[in-house]
Structures are given as structure tokens and as C-alpha cells.
């Protein structure tokens, strides 16, 4: 068991450009969650998936934001049109349902 | 809607003495989770408190729950300069999944 990995670590991107998140769940977790941290605070949740079914979506996940879990393993995050306000630190988790949520290392977006 | 205090946000230690971080949460919940993160780092799953008066002691720390006052509370004793990090209380709400996460606890320990 690897835990969680994200991918990629570092992102740099332009205005306006989309970008894409990969979040590699612990193989028998059947839930995948997404957060999102800016600096100096906690994290804030924006969305989870049990398998394949994206149960709940925050008010912060504007249209601009979509996450998929095609199969119910691993997920992805896309942010189009990005925005300097979207500069964060995206963070994945996955747990067992009801269990502790592990988090990964998460992806660090800076948006120039 | 669930919200999550921590107080203090900044704390600023001497090795060997003992501090508590208190963590309050505005409505009922069934779970509450301790977390740890290193600059630049992800988040170390520390206890988990399950119930009212439930306990949890690894190393130098403390965890503790009270469901009534909806109160957690974070006791390091004879604090040493590992245990440097920014704490977060995160609370389960009873109709979903989702983790609440205080606003953090920066500890500084200072040889």
C-alpha cells in the first residue's frame, strides 16, 4: 500500500489556461475526496465520490471546476479558464466509508 | 452550517513545558479527527475521538473529547522541538461525510 498520490505536485500555469489534477486513491478506499488549502488555513472540502458517484459538490466548486471518478479508483480535478484566485494547494483523500480519510501530498497551483 | 474554532491560532512554546489547544465545533457530531501538517506537507491523521469522554494518548500527546460542550482539546506534555507543526481539529457532521476543518494551531517549540 502506497497511500494516496497526487500528481502533479507543482503547477504553474497562466491565466485562463485549464489545468487537470490526478489523485491515485489507497486501492480499497471506496471513497475519494477533494479539498482545497490556501495559505495559513485549513482545508476546505470541496467535493467527494463514493466509487464511481460524486455525492456532493460544495458551493465552492464553481462550473469552472469538475472532478470525475470514471471507475470508481482513481479521480481527476479540472479547472478551466483558471483564475489567480484559484492559486491553492488541492489536496486528495480516501477512506473506507465512515473510516479515517488519508490524505495525500496534494498539488500546488499557482496561477501567474 | 458546521463550524470549527481552534484557538489559539499561534503558539509559541518552551521545550519541557506543558500547553493545551482547545478545539469547539457548533453542532452535533458523531466524529472528530486530530491532524498534524509540516510545512509544505500533507496532513498526518493523529487520533480519531468517537465518543463523549473518549481519550486517545500517543507519545506526548493528548486527545479528548466532550459531545456536550462540543469541546476537543489537544494536550502536549513536556513539549519537544519535533513536535513543532500546525495542528487541525476537523469534524464529521452527522448528515455527510465531509470533514470541517479548524482554522489550525501554529506551534512553535523553542529549545
Known amino acids: 500500500d502506497t497511500g494516496v498520490s497526487q500528481n502533479p505536485r507543482h503547477k504553474i500555469t497562466k491565466r485562463g489556461q485549464n489545468v487537470t489534477f490526478r489523485c491515485d486513491p489507497i486501492s480499497e478506499h471506496n471513497r475519494l475526496y477533494w479539498y482545497r488549502q490556501t495559505l495559513g488555513q485549513g482545508p476546505e472540502f470541496l467535493t467527494y465520490?463514493?466509487?464511481?458517484?460524486?455525492?456532493?459538490k460544495s458551493r465552492l466548486l464553481s462550473d469552472r471546476f469538475s472532478a470525475e471518478r470514471p471507475k470508481g479508483s482513481f479521480s481527476t480535478l479540472e479547472i478551466q479558464r483558471t483564475e489567480q484566485g484559484d492559486s491553492a494547494m488541492y489536496l486528495c483523500?480516501?477512506?473506507?466509508?465512515?473510516?479515517?480519510?488519508?490524505f495525500g501530498a496534494g498539488t500546488r497551483l499557482s496561477v501567474l | 452550517e458546521l463550524k470549527v474554532e481552534q484557538n489559539p491560532l499561534f503558539l509559541s512554546m518552551q521545550e519541557g513545558k506543558n500547553y493545551t489547544i482547545y478545539c469547539n465545533y457548533s453542532t452535533t457530531s458523531d466524529r472528530l479527527y486530530w491532524y498534524r501538517q509540516d510545512p509544505g506537507k500533507s496532513l498526518e491523521s493523529l487520533f480519531v475521538?468517537?465518543?463523549?469522554?473518549a481519550v486517545k494518548q500517543e507519545g506526548r500527546l493528548m486527545a479528548s473529547l466532550d459531545t456536550k460542550a462540543r469541546l476537543s482539546t489537544l494536550h502536549i506534555t513536556a513539549a519537544v522541538h519535533d513536535l513543532s507543526a500546525t495542528y487541525f481539529c476537523a469534524v464529521v457532521s452527522n448528515s455527510d461525510e465531509k470533514l470541517t476543518f479548524g482554522t489550525g494551531t501554529r506551534l512553535t517549540i523553542i529549545p
Open positions: 475521538l468517537l465518543s463523549n469522554g
Open positions: 465520490f463514493q466509487n464511481e458517484a460524486q455525492l456532493e
Open positions: 483523500a480516501s477512506s473506507q466509508a465512515g473510516n479515517i480519510q488519508y
